[in-house]
């Protein structure tokens, strides 16, 4: 499964818990706070000034890391 701008953050941690160093590293430090649970990444992003279509691909890229890592 891939990552999307429209999921939520509470959706996107469940994917992958190592998601959340990301998300902190670009400044997203309030992850346990209740607007997480209902914001979307897109809108996260927006009020905290990164680049959706970015840390998207980011994501993505890490997850794709993590499944090449596990078929080894």
Partial sequence: MR????MTIA???NMDEGIADILMSAGMHCL???MAHGEDLG???AVHGIDANEMVANIN????????????
């Fill in 32 to 34: 346990g706070c209740a």
């Fill in 61 to 72: 890229m890490y997850l794709e890391d993590q499944e090449n890592r596990a078929k080894v």
């Fill in 3 to 6: 990552v999307t701008k429209e």
């Fill in 43 to 45: 809108q996260a992003c």
């Fill in 11 to 13: 959706n996107i941690l």
